[in-house]
């Protein structure tokens, strides 16, 4: 069993960064993507960023390109979101999720992380 801790949320004036944290921890597991989700108050959860553990490739969604950058640390089975440019509508809870599986993409998932942007 695999389990994803997030750290790192917070809060941050507008304009501000934050980077997350995702680490995992297990029994001989083996990692293939990281993914970032996250929920704001009254919406559905949302796709962020992906990262394939292998390759370093990597995807963002439209509404962070740009002011994101999503990357992993192998050695230590942690993964980071770094967020620049924070804006209100980023004020969320953050989800890490990583698939252990070639089959599954997203397979745990972690508890979350509060990042709340003030105006």
């Known amino acids: 069993q695999v389990q994803l801790v997030e750290s790192g949320g917070g809060l941050v004036q507008a304009g501000g960064s934050l980077r997350l944290s995702c680490a995992a921890s297990g029994r001989a597991f083996r990692l293939y993507t990281m993914g970032w989700f996250r929920q704001a108050p009254g919406k559905e959860r949302e796709f962020v960023a992906r990262?394939?553990?292998?390759?370093?490739?990597?995807e963002y969604a439209d509404s962070v390109k740009g002011r994101s950058t999503i990357s992993r640390e192998n050695a230590k089975n942690t993964g980071y979101l770094h967020l620049n440019s924070l804006e209100p509508e980023d004020t969320a809870v953050y989800y890490c999720?990583?698939?252990?599986?070639?089959?599954?993409?997203?397979?745990?998932w972690g508890q979350g992380t509060q990042v709340t942007v003030s105006s």
């Open positions: 999720a990583a698939g252990t599986t070639a089959i599954v993409p997203y397979n745990t």
């Open positions: 990262i394939n553990w292998s390759t370093g490739s990597t």
